[in-house]
C-alpha cells in the first residue's frame, strides 16, 4: 500500500523524550514511527531538524478590529507561518451566542489556514442561560473578565459578520454575576478562564496615576497592580472552590500572581496557569513607547526572570499569545500611555522567541515546550490525543522546526493584520521551516502555501 506523506530522518519529540524515527502519515493522521522508508507520494526531508506536535494557541484575539471573515484569513496565516496549527479564539459577542454564533462559525468556515476552536466570553447576565447551548455546540470553555466593571468596564466586542465598524459593550460583572458563571460552568464541568485583575483597584489606580500626570509602561504596570491580581484570584478561587469548578488563569505574568495562584492551589482549588511570551521577554524596563501596553501589565525584569523560574519548577500548564489583531493608528492613538491601546500581537512570534530565549539559552527543554504549548493545552481544553501529540491516530498537526535558523523579526515577515510587532528587529535563532495541518503543509520557510478554508472547527465534547 502507498501512504500520503513520510518525514524522514527528524528527531521527533514526545513527551517521554526526542526519538528518531520517521513519520508516517496517511489521510491526516499519523499512523506510524518507523526506521524504514514506506511507499509514499510525497516524501520530505527534515534531517537535523526537530518535528514537534503544531502549537495550540489558547488565547487568540481576532474578529475585533476587522471581521472575522478577513480576521480569520490574515491572522490564520500569521498563525500557520508562526507553526501554530490550532488556534483558540476569545469570542466577545455583544449580543445573543443563540442569534450570532452561527453567522460566526459560518464566516469562520471558510477563511482559516489552520484548525481553530473558541472559548465562550460570558459578559451579560443573559449569557449565562446560554452557557448550555454553547457546551452543545462545541465550545466547553468559557471566558470571565474580573476586570470588566465600574468606569473601567468598556470592551471592543467581536463585530457581527457583515459589519465592518468598531463594537464598543458596557460589561458590568459583579459578585453575583461571577458566582452564577461558576456554578454553572461547574454543572457544566467546564473549565472558566480568568482575566484576573480587580476592576476597582484598576480604576482607583489608573485615576490616580493620570491625576499625578505619570506616564509610560512603569506607570501603567502601577496603576494596574500585582495586589489586584492576588485579589481578584483569590475572590475567584474562594467561589470555585465550594462548586468544584476547574478554573484557568489566562496571562499570569507576576510572581505575586503565581504566588497567589500556588496558595489557592493548596488550599484546594483546580487551577491551570497561563503566561504568554511577552511576561518572558519584555518588562517596562526594557521596553520604550507604548507598544508592549497590555492587560496586566508587563512588570519589571525581576518578574520575567521570576516566571522563568515557575516554568522549570512546573507551575506553569501553557503558553498563550493574547494575540490582538491591531494596528498603529489606533495602537498610538494619543500622547499618553492612558490613550493608547492594550494588546498587541504574538501568534506568529510565539514559537521563534520561545525556542530562540528558551530552548536555545537553556531555560527549556524540548520536552517542556511541547507539554507548554500544544499537549497540556490540549488535555486542559478537551482536543487530546485527536491534538497535542504525535502518536499514532493523532492528527497529523506537525511543526518542524530549525533550531539554528536564524532571522530578524519584521511585521512584514509575519503577514497579518497588523503593521507592527512588539519584537520588530530582534534576531532570533529558531524558526519553524514547516507547518502541517492534519498531514497538509500549510506553510513553509515563513510563506504561506495552504489555502484559507481549509482549517476545520474543532468541537470539543461535553462530559457526563
Ligand atoms: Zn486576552
Known sequence: ??????????????????????????????????????????????????????????????????????????????????????????????????????????????????????????????????????????INSFKLYMNLGGDVGHVYVDMTPGTISLQQEKVEIDSSMIEKIISTAALLKCPVLVHAEDYQMCSCGMREGKEKKKDGLGAWSESRSVESEIKSIRDVSKVARKVGCVLYFVHIGSQGAINAIKEEKKNGTKIFVETCPHYLTLSYESQKGYLAKVMPPIRASKDVDAIWSEIQLGTVDSIGTDHVA?????????????????GFPGIGTMLPILISEGVNKGRMTLEQLVSLTSMNTAKIFRMFPKKGSLQNGSDADITIIDLKKENKVSSQLLDGFSDYTVYEGWNLKGWPVKTLVRGQIVAEDLKIIGKPGYGKFVTRPVLS
Open 1 to 138: 500500500m502507498t501512504f500520503d506523506t513520510i518525514i524522514i530522518d527528524s528527531h521527533v519529540i514526545l513527551p517521554s523524550g526526542m526519538i528518531e524515527k520517521n513519520i508516517v502519515i496517511d489521510e491526516g493522521k499519523i499512523v506510524n514511527f518507523t526506521n524504514e522508508i514506506p511507499q509514499c507520494n510525497e516524501k520530505i526531508n527534515a534531517r537535523g531538524l526537530v518535528s514537534i506536535p503544531g502549537l495550540i494557541d489558547p488565547h487568540v484575539h481576532y474578529g475585533v478590529y476587522s471581521p472575522i471573515e478577513k480576521a480569520a484569513i490574515t491572522e490564520s496565516r500569521v498563525a500557520a507561518i508562526g507553526g501554530v496549527t490550532t488556534m483558540m479564539r476569545m469570542l466577545r459577542l455583544g449580543g445573543s451566542y443563540r442569534k450570532l454564533l452561527d453567522p460566526h462559525l459560518l464566516e469562520s468556515s471558510s477563511s482559516h489556514y489552520v484548525d481553530y476552536t473558541i472559548h465562550a466570553s460570558i459578559l451579560q447576565k443573559s449569557h449565562i442561560e446560554e452557557m448550555e447551548f454553547c457546551a452543545k455546540k462545541g
Open 326 to 342: 491591531n494596528r498603529l493608528d489606533r495602537k498610538l492613538a494619543g500622547n499618553v500611555v492612558w490613550d493608547a491601546l492594550a
